[in-house]
Nanobody, 120 residues
Framework: QVQLVESGGGLVQPGGSLRLSCAASGSPLSIYTMGWYRRAPGNSARELIAASPTVGDTVYANSVKGRFAISRDNAKGMLYLQMNNLRTEDTAVYYC?????????????WGQGAQVTVSS
């Protein structure tokens, strides 16, 4: 079982940048497909915005493609989300997610969330 803790959220002006970090402990990060989700104000569902599989290419939601970059350092147990050219519609709580396949489905773990507010 892995524990996830996000950091790096805050208030930023439109056009600005932030980097979110997710520290993983309790289990090697390398075995998990890692992802960043967000939940915008007034929405009940989390939206997958970036994913880093154990093998293969990273994937991005169209809404963040070209502006956000997901990266991971398995040796350090860290996941990152570099967010550039932020827009007001990027305001949300951002969640780190770890997923591990199992027979019949998968195990899934979440961080506590980090608030990102984009406002002038």
């Amino acid at each position: 079982q892995v524990q996830l803790v996000e950091s790096g959220g805050g208030l930023v002006q439109p056009g600005g940048s932030l980097r979110l970090s997710c520290a993983a402990s309790g289990s090697p990060l390398s075995i998990y497909t890692m992802g960043w989700y967000r939940r915008a104000p007034g929405n009940s569902a989390r939206e997958l915005i970036a994913a880093s599989p154990t093998v293969g290419d990273t994937v991005y939601a169209n809404s963040v493609k070209g502006r956000f970059a997901i990266s991971r350092d398995n040796a350090k147990g860290m996941l990152y989300l570099q967010m550039n050219n932020l827009r007001t519609e990027d305001t949300a709580v951002y969640y780190c997610n770890a997923r591990y396949p199992q027979i019949g489905g998968f195990s899934e773990y979440w961080g506590q969330g980090a608030q990102v507010t984009v406002s002038s």
